[in-house]
């Protein structure tokens, strides 16, 4: 990597906070520094736009949030700016081959987290994430039409993958399907994954991709290492996921997200 990096655009969840969702003190630091240099910041996630505001507002971010992936971009105020919903014949099958897997289904849609049970497997994690309640409910219904994002959910990690090779099979392009978490799988409209995001901000901000450094940890932020200019893997990240970076941080519970900006970008000399 070589010249200016004019925008950062991070993972959340494993990534920007640690596993316990802390964002620490070092973390907002080299955020206001990126600022304070004129390098612009961006957040994205497979959470909700809402469930991100608890990093939104300590960082004072003013660029888009891309939320569920890059399904619904928001400002930082929650005002909507573009979504990417499911057609509702993807969704209905998405629905079916996860039900056939035996994995629990969610259902994002509009403002509304829909869940079959209250006491589902991560339903509680998720929810001190996001910072608010499902709806619960065993039938979709109208919800399925507007769509944003489909999760299967099982902690037998085995069926995950089965499940995740299973669906992008069955659906092909006509969704995106990537496990967010080893316990996650997340479908979405098929422009709605990280690199659409790279794509979508570089639309929306006039940034050229070969000009953005991302930073993530998951399998699905390959998507966006490939398309921006630098890109830097967590070091709790696989090795498939290192391999595709072009430089490995710290873990995330080791300041990874504020070394990798230090080393990399601050005292890079790409900035």
């Given at each position: 990597?070589?010249?200016?990096?004019?925008?950062v655009?991070?993972?959340?969840?494993?990534?920007?906070?640690?596993?316990?969702?802390?964002?620490?003190?070092?973390?907002?630091?080299?955020?206001?520094?990126?600022r304070?240099?004129?390098?612009?910041?961006?957040?994205?996630?497979?959470?909700?736009?809402?469930?991100?505001?608890?990093?939104?507002?300590?960082?004072?971010?003013?660029?888009?949030?891309a939320?569920f992936?890059?399904?619904?971009?928001?400002?930082?105020?929650?005002?909507?700016?573009?979504?990417?919903?499911?057609?509702?014949?993807?969704?209905?099958?998405?629905?079916?081959?996860?039900?056939?897997?035996?994995?629990?289904?969610?259902?994002?849609?509009?403002?509304?987290?829909?869940v079959?049970?209250?006491?589902?497997?991560?339903?509680?994690?998720?929810?001190?994430?996001?910072?608010?309640?499902?709806?619960?409910?065993?039938?979709?219904?109208?919800?399925?039409?507007?769509?944003?994002?489909?999760?299967?959910?099982?902690?037998?990690?085995?069926?995950?993958?089965?499940?995740?090779?299973?669906?992008?099979e069955?659906?092909?392009?006509?969704?995106?399907a990537?496990?967010?978490?080893?316990?996650?799988?997340?479908?979405?409209?098929?422009?709605?994954?990280?690199?659409g995001?790279?794509?979508?901000?570089?639309?929306?901000?006039?940034?050229?991709?070969?000009?953005?450094?991302?930073?993530g940890?998951?399998?699905?932020?390959?998507?966006?290492?490939?398309?921006?200019?630098?890109?830097?893997?967590?070091?709790?990240?696989?090795?498939?996921?290192?391999?595709?970076?072009?430089?490995?941080s710290?873990?995330?519970?080791?300041?990874?997200?504020?070394?990798?900006?230090?080393?990399?970008?601050?005292?890079?000399?790409?900035?």
């Open positions: 990597m070589s010249g200016k990096i004019e925008l655009l991070a993972d959340v969840d494993g990534t920007l906070v640690t596993k316990e969702k802390i964002l620490t003190e070092r973390a907002v630091r080299a955020v206001r520094e990126l304070r240099r004129g390098i612009r910041f961006a957040i994205t996630s497979g959470r909700p736009p809402k469930g991100m505001e608890m990093v939104i507002r300590p960082l004072e971010i003013t660029e888009p949030v939320g992936n890059g399904g619904l971009f928001t400002r930082p105020d929650m005002t909507p700016i573009e979504a990417r919903t499911l057609p509702r014949a993807v969704a209905d099958k998405t629905v079916s081959i996860l039900r056939d897997h035996k994995v629990d289904v969610w259902v994002y849609s509009g403002e509304d987290w829909l079959p049970v209250r006491d589902g497997p991560h339903v509680a994690r998720e929810e001190w994430t996001v910072k608010f309640p499902p709806k619960v409910t065993s039938d979709f219904g109208a919800a399925l039409d507007a769509a944003v994002k489909i999760v299967g959910v099982s902690d037998d990690t085995g069926l995950m993958a089965r499940c995740e090779r299973d669906v992008q069955a659906l092909g392009d006509t969704a995106s990537a496990r967010s978490q080893p316990y996650y799988l997340d479908v979405t409209h098929p422009d709605a994954n990280k690199g995001v790279v794509a979508s901000l570089s639309r929306m901000l006039g940034i050229a991709p070969e000009t953005m450094a991302t930073l940890d998951q399998p699905n932020d390959v998507l966006m290492f490939r398309r921006s200019g630098m890109s830097i893997a967590m070091g709790q990240a696989s090795d498939e996921v290192k391999a595709a970076a072009t430089f490995v710290t873990s995330s519970e080791e300041e990874g997200f504020a070394t990798a900006i230090e080393r990399h970008i601050l005292d890079g000399g790409a900035s």
